[in-house]
């Protein structure tokens, strides 16, 4: 079974910057195409960003875009999300997945914005 293990969250104020990494287990993690997803309190997880399997294309929600990057290392097996601007709308858990996403989910990690 895959596992996905999220960090770099934590607690930021609002215009602060944030960069997350996720290392996949498994050796083929560079045919995926991975993405970011999140999910607020309350609220359904929903796609942030998404990256093609080479690292050549990328798309993101239209409510981060501009704001955040993401980029893959897949040697690292591991794809980050750098977050600059940060607003408060986006705290939430944030996971990482394939698309389509696997049924697991790992733990995520947790990106609070708050002044």
């Known amino acids: ?40 309190p309350g609220k359904q997880r929903e796609m942030v960003a998404y990256i093609s399997s080479g690292g050549g294309s990328t ?11 993401i980029s893959r290392d897949n040697a690292k097996n591991t794809v980050y999300l750098q977050m600059n601007g940060l607003k408060l709308e986006d705290t939430a858990v944030y996971y990482c997945n394939k698309l389509p996403n696997w049924d697991y989910w790992g733990q995520g990690t947790q990106v609070t914005v708050s002044s």
């Not at 607690?11 to 999140?38: D, E, Q, T």
């Not at 798309?59 to 990057?69: I, L, M, P």
């Open 1 to 40: 079974q895959v596992q996905l293990v999220a960090s770099g969250g934590g607690l930021v104020h609002p215009g602060g910057s944030l960069r997350l990494s996720c290392v996949a287990s498994g050796n083929i993690f560079k045919i995926y195409i991975m993405g970011w997803y999140r999910q607020a």
């Open 59 to 69: 798309n993101y929600a239209e409510s981060v875009k501009g704001r955040f990057t």
